[in-house]
Nanobody, 118 residues
Framework: QVQLVESGGGLVQAGGSLSLSCVAS????????MGWYRQAPGKQRELVAT???????NYADSVKGRFTISRDNTKNTVYLQMNSLKPEDTAVYYC????????????WGQGTQVTVSS
């Protein structure tokens, strides 16, 4: 069992930046996949970015070049640096961790709200 706690959300103007953090309740050295999803009002939850234990990353096309995912296993933490934010980035952002990000059996955080004003 892994508890995930996100932080760093908030309100920012378009073009601004935010940095999200997700701390796991146990060591992440042996957790293969970690990632971020988001869900906007009235929309399905969508994958934002993932990072493997080996450091391989994957991004949704909508955030490529603007968002950067990273992880620090010494701190049991995965990060999401979000730059050049757009109003369409407004959503609740969820952290996920498991053998395969987002798959059954993976773990979810409670979410953190990100609001980008135009």
């Amino acid at each position: 069992q892994v508890q995930l706690v996100e932080s760093g959300g908030g309100l920012v103007q378009a073009g601004g930046s935010l940095s999200l953090s997700c701390v796991a309740s146990r060591s992440t050295f042996n957790i293969n996949g970690m990632g971020w999803y988001r869900q906007a009002p009235g929309k399905q939850r969508e994958l934002v970015a993932t990072i493997t234990r080996g450091g391989s990353t994957n991004y949704a096309d909508s955030v490529k070049g603007r968002f950067t995912i990273s992880r620090d296993n010494t701190k049991n933490t995965v990060y999401l640096q979000m730059n050049s934010l757009k109003p369409e980035d407004t959503a609740v952002y969820y952290c996920n961790a498991g053998v395969r990000v987002g798959f059954p059996g993976s773990y979810w955080g409670q979410g953190t709200q990100v609001t980008v004003s135009s």
